[in-house]
């Protein structure tokens, strides 16, 4: 059983769309985190959430503590965004130890 | 200022040989934590190094190992390399302990084992 589990694997928008990446894990966390990563592997952090909501530009991510559930929101989706969003979660009391969901892969079609 | 360094970017191995490769975080960070990345397992974690110690270890076996210097460098050994080992090794660096910090990632090593 993974601990993170990541939903949808694969998603196609059009530009413009909203567009949601949720995130669902079953272990006691200090903190998660969505990252970005393009072909060629660079990876790219987006957002650490410990609680409650953070934006940033067009990106919105949301976490629940007592659900164990995060979302990710991209608003007004560009072809710029097609990436592979990954959500990690870094374990409780151990320090940086991390586990990941498999990764949503985006593309958005002009 | 110089974000996460991974040297080599890419190398060839064969099977039975071993590899040692490196990674120099951002100044200041002092934990620097190790990854494999997979197309059928995505990213698993290795293990993590704060101020010299080892302070977590994944789920690999006793052939991938590790250590980070006093200046907070890092490398990582495999050896007795097998064909499953070719993957993507990444390695992050954060200033924070707890994994509330940010975490900056090298372009990473592609490894392929012959």
């Known amino acids: 059983k993974n601990e993170v589990e990541q939903s949808p694997q694969n998603l196609t928008a059009q530009e413009g769309e909203f567009i949601t990446i949720n995130c669902s894990y079953s272990v006691g966390i200090s903190a998660l985190h969505w990252l970005q990563q393009h072909p060629g592997g660079g990876i790219v952090s987006l957002f650490m959430?410990?609680?409650g909501k953070k934006k940033h530009g067009r990106l919105i991510a949301t976490i629940n503590i007592q659900e164990k559930h995060s979302s990710l929101h991209i608003t007004a989706s560009h072809p710029r965004d097609s990436a592979v969003y990954i959500c990690?979660?870094?374990?409780?009391?151990?320090?940086?130890?991390?586990?990941f969901g498999t990764g949503t892969s985006l593309t958005v079609i002009p | 200022k110089a974000g996460v360094t991974q040297t080599p970017r890419y190398l060839i191995k064969t099977r039975g040989q071993q590899v040692t490769l490196s990674c120099s975080p951002i100044?200041?960070?002092?934990?620097v934590s190790w990854y494999q990345q997979t197309p059928g397992q995505g990213l698993q974690f290795l293990f993590e190094?704060?101020?010299?110690?080892q302070r977590n270890k994944g789920n690999f076996p006793g052939r991938f190992s590790g250590r980070q210097f006093s200046n907070s460098r890092s490398e990582m050994n495999v050896s007795t390399l097998e064909l499953g080992d070719s993957a993507l090794y990444l390695c992050?660096?954060?200033?924070?302990?707890w994994g509330g910090g940010e975490l900056f990632f090298g372009e990473g090593s592609r490894l392929t084992v012959l």
């Open positions: 990690a979660v870094s374990l409780a009391n151990t320090g940086n130890q991390f586990y």
């Open positions: 959430l410990s609680s």
């Open positions: 190094y704060f101020s010299e110690t």
């Open positions: 100044s200041g960070h002092r934990s």
């Open positions: 992050a660096s954060s200033l924070l302990s």
